[in-house]
């Protein structure tokens, strides 16, 4: 998609659609009334009929106004005026995204009141109109065969007003590179458990990474995650005929002093849950556990495409858990490749034992810090829903970072309180320490479990269980969380 910004008096704006801004009781925003001067009062007398009160999510398209070169208009309502945030805004926006998704406009002009600039500024509302408009297009990769709808035709936006075109124009140019990436997640994510298995991951990671000369590739087959000693990885892996892979993506784009981020995804192909087996119902949506993965793969072709001078090392654990004769049962003890030896007491506690082996690996590259996402407890869902992301981990400054980047990329995440307290939970009479404490405090006793393996470093943990995906029947899909919250923080570590 092409992004710029417009500058020309809208009216004479060659356009297949204008996109113009209502609030409630059908009032026009600054941008809607020169439009309305222009078309002869038309717009207005279309409001004053009380046709399209300006309610936060409807929209209206209207063609051939008088007096304006566009040849359609679409209002998007933009809610109570005293009340217009950055929320209300980007919905107006999405809203207004979609509803152009469903028609053949090609170009488009973006011209909405906008919230003040506290609340958004230049540089982020370019960034939200080149994420929200690249992201609009977006469609699920499925495999139905019968007649596809038109591939959506949107293949231009331009966006204003601005007092700092430049710095719109960079919001543009990476917002629509966090929606690219955000697409990629959610392809990855979406795709069926038999096609999308860990060998399907690293030769995806392996083909994503190739044309980016600074991006180097590796994948750790089984052999070589025997060496490693990965013996919590191998235990969740040995009931699944689909062998594990360990990807390393090396991005170099800083000093060769400058010490690297990391990122560890949890690749979990499929979620079964092993011989604790899980509920049938809604199992499908286990396909869903590598999301953590995916955004790292995201996140590295994110860095390497904006060439940002950082240097970031993305880690996958991808394998599939399932039941079998071979596979682990309660009770049996791994020990990791840290050489502590783990009690496995649930295997549908799998997440965390491939992610302990991972985070030790993260070791070798001395990081700066160390990232870990990971689809990991049904217990961040009930505790936080569908908005926040779990956000744990050892070292204040870097959560009170990622909790800042997440506000204001609009994908947001909250603190939950790893005190020493948890630990107690995972305590075994037979090894190290067992893989679950109870339910109680769920979220936060997985993260207990990754604080043993992350000591000396400066980590931190996103549980992104409830946030990666939509469930349900109509709604189902990756929503390409936490890859939004994850560009903000690269790009502000890239800024210093
Ligand atoms: N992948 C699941 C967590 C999950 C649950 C993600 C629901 C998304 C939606 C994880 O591997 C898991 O099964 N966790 C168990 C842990 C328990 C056995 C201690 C859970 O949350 O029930
Ligand atoms: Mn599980
Ligand atoms: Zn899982």
Redesign the pocket.
């Known amino acids: 998609m092409d992004f710029s910004v417009w500058t020309r008096e809208l009216p004479e704006l060659a356009a297949d659609c204008l996109v113009l801004g209502v609030f409630e009781e059908s009032e026009l925003g600054a941008e809607g009334k020169a439009i309305d001067t222009a078309s002869g009062g038309r717009l207005q007398k279309l409001l004053s009929r009380g046709d399209f009160p300006g309610r936060s999510g409807d929209t209206l398209l209207i063609t051939d106004l008088p007096g304006v070169k566009a040849t359609r208009v679409l209002l998007t309502g933009l809610g109570p005026r005293a009340g217009l945030t950055r929320r209300t805004w980007r919905k107006a926006l999405a809203s207004a995204a979609a509803a152009l998704g469903r028609t053949r406009v090609a170009s488009c002009a973006i011209a909405l009141d906008r919230p003040p600039a506290k609340e958004l500024d230049d540089y982020y509302f370019g960034r939200a109109v080149g994420e929200i408009t690249a992201a609009s297009v977006y469609r699920i990769n499925d495999l139905k065969t019968g007649r596809k709808p038109p591939t959506p035709a949107l293949k231009k936006v331009i966006a204003g007003p601005a007092r700092k075109a430049q710095a719109v124009q960079r919001g543009l140019t990476e917002g629509a590179a966090i929606a690219a990436a955000m697409a990629v997640q959610r392809d990855l994510a979406n795709l069926p458990p038999n096609v999308c298995t860990p060998s399907y991951i690293a030769e995806q990671a392996r083909a994503l990474g190739g044309g980016q000369p600074k991006l180097r590739v590796r994948v750790l087959d089984q052999a070589a995650i025997r060496r490693e000693r990965m013996g919590c990885l191998l235990a969740v892996s040995q009931g699944s005929h689909e062998p594990p892979r360990f990807i390393v993506m090396e991005y170099s784009g800083g000093s060769k002093q400058q010490a690297p981020v990391v990122l560890v995804g949890k690749g979990?192909t499929f979620?079964s849950?092993g011989i604790?087996l899980?509920d049938p119902g809604a199992m499908d949506?286990?396909k869903?556990?590598m999301s953590g993965a995916a955004a790292v793969i995201a996140a590295l072709l994110l860095v390497a495409s904006l060439r940002l001078p950082l240097n970031v090392v993305g880690l996958v654990a991808a394998v599939e858990n399932m039941p079998d004769g071979k596979a682990v049962k309660p009770g049996d003890i791994a020990t990791s490749a840290a050489g502590l030896t783990v009690e496995i007491l649930?295997t549908?506690?799998?997440?965390r034992l491939i992610l302990c082996d991972a985070l030790h690996y993260a070791r070798r590259f001395n990081p700066a810090v160390v990232i870990d996402m990971a689809?990991?407890?049904?217990?961040c869902?009930i505790a936080l829903g569908h908005h926040h992301a779990g956000l744990m981990g050892n070292d204040e400054a870097l959560q009170q970072e990622l909790f800042e980047a997440g506000q204001r990329a609009d994908d947001r995440c909250w603190r939950l309180p790893l005190t020493d307290d948890y630990a107690e939970q995972i305590k075994s009479n037979f090894a190290d320490m067992a893989n679950?404490g109870g339910r109680d405090g769920?979220a936060i006793t997985?993260a207990a479990f990754l604080g043993k393996f992350t000591q000396g470093l400066k980590w931190a943990h996103l549980d992104i269980?409830g946030t990666a995906y939509t469930g349900g029947t109509t709604q189902k899909g990756s929503t390409g969380r936490p890859t939004p919250l994850l560009a903000e923080f690269l790009l502000r570590r890239a800024a210093r």
């Open positions: 979990v979620d849950g604790s899980k949506e286990m869903y556990d649930n549908d506690a799998e997440g689809t990991l407890t049904g217990a869902v679950v769920g997985a269980a």
